[in-house]
Nanobody, 125 residues
């Protein structure tokens, strides 16, 4: 069974940091592009960051550029999202997802077809 599981969410004060982890089971994560997406209450799901299979092409939404860093450890079958300088507007449920087709279609949400269950990130004082 193909599965993605996110972890590392929590409550953090503005300016703080969190590191999200996305672990895969049932398939080799290193073969696929992986994206991080988020959804706040009452808002549509939006792209945060994505990375191609080799890890050489990380992309970021303008809202997180310079604060978030995506990385992957294919040997451990994991992808990470380091989030620094967190803001209240970063509060959302964060999802990792895999684009199971060959190639790299950047952070186009519709390209990602294997999703995790999400992890909650709350930025509040």
């Amino acid at each position: 069974q193909l599965q993605l599981v996110e972890s590392g969410g929590g409550l953090v004060q503005p300016g703080g940091s969190l590191r999200l982890s996305c672990a895969a089971s049932g398939f080799t994560l290193g073969r696929y592009a992986i994206g991080w997406f988020r959804q706040a209450p009452g808002k549509e799901r939006e792209e945060v960051s994505c990375i191609n299979s080799s890890g050489g092409i990380p992309l970021y939404a303008d809202s997180v550029k310079g604060r978030f860093t995506i990385s992957r450890d294919n040997a451990k079958n994991r992808v990470y999202l380091q989030m620094n300088s967190l803001k209240p507007e970063d509060t959302a449920t964060y999802y990792c997802a895999a684009d199971m087709d060959p190639g790299f279609r950047a952070c186009v949400l519709s390209a990602y077809d294997q999703w995790g269950q999400g992890t909650q990130v709350t930025v509040s004082s």
